[in-house]
């Protein structure tokens, strides 16, 4: 800082810092609230679904391997 400045000069630009740094902090949260929220709904509502359905294909899968194929497929 130069040796001109006055006291006031010095403290509103402190004040601008603070507040632009406030600002920054309160955008980076933000930020970190809607990833945790998404995170959160998909562990809770998608997650079981897509295992769910993961589940449902291998039995599938090992059924069909099991019993040879399905009789529709056959006929190609």
Do not use: C, H, Q, Y
Not at 3 to 12: C, H, V
Request: cysteine-free; glycine content about 4%; charged content about 20%.
């Amino acid at each position: 800082m130069s040796e001109n400045e006055t006291k006031l000069e010095r403290i509103l630009k402190w004040i601008v810092m603070v507040i632009a740094a406030v600002v920054a902090l309160k955008i980076v949260f933000s930020v970190f609230a809607i990833a945790w929220l998404v995170g959160g709904f998909l562990l809770t509502k998608v997650l079981p679904f897509v295992l769910l359905v993961w589940a449902v294909l291998k039995l599938v899968e090992w059924w069909r391997t099991k019993n040879g194929t399905l009789p529709a497929e056959s006929d190609s």
